[in-house]
């Protein structure tokens, strides 16, 4: 038996998030079953984060365990082949038996694209967020300060989490425009559920003018959610990548 690592990227317009469900289509239940076929057994995969419906992945991590003889860093390969088109493998490896990726330390880092100009473009409606008022990016950034650090984010959290604790570390936020492009990237060591998500609707709001930056401040320690913006659409957002530390 051996513990196989995959690096994951998605599309995840057509799909009811990463998590498997009984009664909808879902990443990790495509990539169960592709794996299964493709290596004669059965095998249930552990993701790293569980994205929602909707929410794309560049770099989402995943491990199994196996009794094939394929190595590690061919199993992408195979895989590849079998995958539908909006579910690609972008690395497979060998990892080592006891790598967990939910409960190793690692960083996550998220973006949130904004179409931000007078009318939508057709090509980027599956993956930003198509918002026709102007945002100003200065304020959105000179907000963000206000969250870097560890705080309890409970004014950011979903309804629907079912946590202990929503204190939570976000290492570092940007926010940068290209041409009618606004991207916010949140990097941290663990979120709530719909955190980014919240954050980004959030960020809107100050970079429309509703309120200044540092009303995020008194968001933040408020602990409400009904404090903070709105929940951003999920189409724009993309979980990037993981970075695991020793």
Not at 1 to 30: E, F, H, S
Not at 83 to 101: A, C, G, K
Not at 138 to 146: G, L, N, P, Q, R
Request: with cysteine; aromatic share 10%; proline share 4%.
């Amino acid at each position: 038996m051996k513990r196989i690592g995959l690096v994951v990227a998605y599309d995840g317009t057509n799909y009811c998030g990463w998590q498997t469900q009984p009664n909808g289509i879902t990443v990790q239940g495509v990539l169960n079953d592709t794996l299964s076929e493709l290596l004669g057994e059965k095998i249930e995969t552990i993701g790293a984060s569980r994205t929602d419906a909707g929410v794309h992945a560049m770099g989402n991590v995943a491990v199994f365990d196996t009794n094939t003889r394929i190595p590690g860093e061919k199993i992408s390969y195979a895989l590849n082949q079998r995958l539908p088109e909006d579910i690609r493998i972008q690395l497979s490896e060998e990892v080592e038996p006891d790598f967990h990726p939910r409960y190793c330390d690692s960083e996550k880092t998220y973006e949130y694209r904004i179409l931000n100009r007078k009318f939508p473009v057709p090509t980027e409606r599956l993956y930003t967020y198509f918002y026709h008022y102007k945002l100003d990016v200065d304020k959105m950034k000179a907000a963000t300060s206000y969250l870097i650090g560890q705080h309890d984010f409970a004014s950011f959290c979903g309804a629907k989490a079912q946590v202990k604790t929503t204190i939570r570390t976000v290492t570092g936020i940007d926010v940068w425009r290209d041409g009618d492009i606004v991207t916010i990237r949140v990097t941290g060591t663990g979120f709530l559920y719909n955190m980014v998500r919240i954050i980004s609707g959030t960020l809107i709001e100050v970079g429309n003018g509703q309120y200044p930056p540092e009303r995020v401040k008194t968001i933040l320690e408020a602990c409400n959610r009904e404090m903070a913006g709105p929940t951003a659409p999920a189409q724009g957002l993309t979980l990037m990548g993981i970075e695991f530390f020793d």
